[in-house]
């Protein structure tokens, strides 16, 4: 059975969660209808489809999603979670590990495979209802890893940003400057963001469609480009990679910058 009607039926039989107000399905709900004005909820579907048609098919075979494609009808037939937050926004629900061994320059120098070097670290508060205000701790997080990293947003080359739906995915275009505020979803539906786009974003999947290990799909797979074993996922320059992690309310966020070079 393909995994989308299993993801499907498992996801009916749990309960309705619309009316339970902390739910992170309702939170992200409501955050995606406070941007359906300014397009948003509009391309949610074209950024879903692009991710699960594009980004996978001959891509990155570990993922959950791979070589099944979503059409637009198949995601507007599927369920809604929390409207206008269909199931197929939603990430997956995974089984697995990720270990990530963190050791000097110096020592990594000697190891078999190449290192990814973390140059710039940084973790970001926004204060306040960030439903209502869609204000995120991005541009705090932002400031201290670039900073930290000695780099512009112009020198990152690949960005695997944390989506645990889809609205996340746009507002974190709009937070780390790719696009203003409110363009999220037109920038999604016309710039090429798969791993050979002008922005590769997500390049193994994400978490929407490869796997869901918190935190760590971001990092794993940012570790992953930045030594260059992505195989047909693999972005062409990988320098400079970026990876962030967000809370389900958007206040707290955090980035890491990785390198090929310390």
Same mark, same amino acid.
């Given at each position: 059975?393909?995994?989308?009607?299993?993801?499907?039926?498992?996801?009916?039989?749990?309960?309705?969660?619309?009316?339970?107000?902390?739910?992170?399905?309702?939170?992200?709900?409501?955050?995606?209808?406070?941007?359906?004005?300014?397009?948003?909820?509009?391309?949610?579907? &074209?950024?879903? +489809?692009?991710?699960?048609?594009?980004? !996978?098919? #001959?891509?990155?075979?570990? @993922?959950?999603?791979?070589?099944? %494609?979503?059409?637009?009808?198949?995601?507007?037939?599927?369920?809604?979670?929390?409207?206008?937050?269909?199931?197929?926004?939603?990430?997956?629900?995974?089984?697995?590990?990720?270990?990530?061994?963190?050791?000097?320059?110096?020592?990594?120098?000697?190891?078999?495979?190449?290192?990814?070097?973390?140059?710039?670290?940084?973790?970001?508060?926004?204060?306040?209802?960030?439903?209502?205000?869609?204000?995120?701790?991005?541009?705090?997080?932002?400031?201290?890893?670039?900073?930290?990293?000695?780099?512009?947003?112009?020198?990152?080359?690949?960005?695997?940003?944390? &989506?645990?739906? +889809?609205?996340?995915?746009?507002?974190? !275009?709009? #937070?780390?400057?790719?696009? @203003?505020?409110?363009?999220?979803? %037109?920038?999604?539906?016309?710039?090429?963001?798969?791993?050979?786009?002008?922005?590769?974003?997500?390049?193994?999947?994400?978490?929407?469609?490869?796997?869901?290990?918190?935190?760590?799909?971001?990092?794993?797979?940012?570790?992953?480009?930045?030594?260059?074993?992505?195989?047909?996922?693999?972005?062409?320059?990988?320098?400079?990679?970026?990876?962030?992690?967000?809370?389900?309310?958007?206040?707290?966020?955090?980035?890491?910058?990785?390198?090929?070079?310390?």
């Amino acid at each position: 059975m393909p995994l989308r009607y299993r993801m499907r039926r498992a996801h009916t039989e749990r309960r309705d969660v619309r009316w339970e107000k902390w739910a992170p399905g309702n939170l992200s709900g409501n955050i995606m209808s406070a941007n359906v004005t300014g397009g948003v909820g509009l391309h949610a579907a &074209d950024l879903l +489809t692009t991710l699960k048609t594009g980004w !996978l098919l #001959g891509g990155n075979p570990r @993922a959950q999603f791979y070589n099944e %494609p979503l059409t637009l009808e198949d995601y507007h037939n599927s369920r809604w979670v929390a409207e206008p937050l269909h199931l197929f926004d939603c990430c997956l629900v995974s089984n697995g590990g990720v270990c990530v061994i963190v050791t000097s320059a110096e020592r990594a120098r000697d190891l078999k495979k190449p290192p990814a070097y973390i140059l710039g670290v940084g973790q970001g508060h926004a204060p306040g209802p960030t439903v209502d205000t869609l204000d995120t701790g991005i541009p705090i997080a932002k400031e201290t890893a670039f900073k930290m990293a000695g780099v512009e947003l112009k020198d990152i080359q690949v960005a695997e940003l944390y &989506d645990c739906y +889809t609205i996340t995915v746009l507002l974190s !275009l709009e #937070g780390y400057g790719f696009c @203003a505020k409110g363009e999220g979803g %037109p920038f999604a539906a016309q710039t090429r963001l798969g791993h050979a786009g002008s922005i590769p974003v997500n390049t193994g999947g994400g978490e929407l469609s490869s796997y869901y290990m918190w935190g760590m799909t971001p990092v794993s797979e940012a570790i992953i480009q930045a030594r260059g074993e992505g195989g047909e996922h693999q972005a062409p320059r990988h320098d400079i990679v970026l990876a962030s992690c967000q809370t389900r309310n958007l206040s707290t966020h955090s980035a890491v910058v990785f390198g090929t070079s310390p």
